[in-house]
T-cell receptor, first 110, second 113 residues
């Protein structure tokens, strides 16, 4: 079993819809949770960073962490064609090693 | 800040040739990572440097792979000899003390024919 599980999709939604992405993990030592966005032929770009359980909002993006269920989510409201990308969850404990999910490819149709 | 800079962006080489990938981390960042990304395996950590010292190279697939960081502003990943199965996108990332997220470069797309 992988340490971080993420459904690779692909996910296709109409413009304006809410995009819902999630990851599960098995390592209870994980404390720091991130979402990266990767456009085609580009490097991953840090989108959201959260520590501990709860919600964090940044514009149209909301990240949720439920440590008791070992489950994290990213919601994108009012999705735009420019949100079309691969979204990777990532998490780490107190050491250096970042564990990535496989990434979910999202297409927002105009 | 120019971010993490990698070169070349694309590399096409013949099997058996030596390949050298280059990375300039963000100034002031003391951690540097080399990753490989493929469709089948996703992002794999190859090696991690802290303060220019290799700390974890357990992800380096074979002795054909080597990495160096001679100073805080430069690192190389070398493959010698290269094989077709090495074809992938190689990313360099850097991070600073107290920063938990990494900043990635744009990657080097390597094709070995």
């Amino acid at each position: 079993q992988k340490e971080v599980e993420q459904d690779p999709g692909p996910l296709s939604v109409p413009e304006g819809a809410i995009v819902s992405l999630n990851c599960t993990y098995s390592n209870s030592a994980f404390q720091y949770f991130m979402w990266y966005r990767q456009y085609s032929r580009k490097g991953p770009e840090l989108l959201m960073y959260t520590y501990s359980s709860g919600n964090k909002e940044d514009g149209r993006f909301t990240a949720q962490v439920d440590k008791s269920s070992k489950y994290i989510s990213l919601f994108i409201r009012d999705s735009q064609p420019s949100d079309s990308a691969t979204y990777l969850c990532a998490m780490k404990s107190n050491d250096y090693k970042l564990s990535f999910g496989a990434g979910t490819t999202v297409t927002v149709r105009a | 800040d120019a971010g993490v800079i990698q070169s070349p962006r694309h590399e096409v080489t013949e099997m058996g040739q030596e390949v050298t990938l280059r990375c300039k981390p963000i100034s002031g960042h003391n951690s540097l990572f080399w990753y490989r990304q493929t469709m089948m395996r996703g992002l794999e950590l190859l090696i991690y440097f802290n303060n220019n010292v290799p700390i974890d190279d357990s992800g380096m697939p074979e002795d054909r792979f080597s990495a160096k960081m001679p100073n805080a502003s430069f690192s190389t990943l070398k493959i010698q000899p290269s094989e077709p199965r090495d074809s992938a996108v190689y990313f360099c990332a850097s991070s600073g003390t107290g920063i938990h997220g990494y900043t990635f470069g744009s990657g080097t797309r390597l094709t070995v024919v």
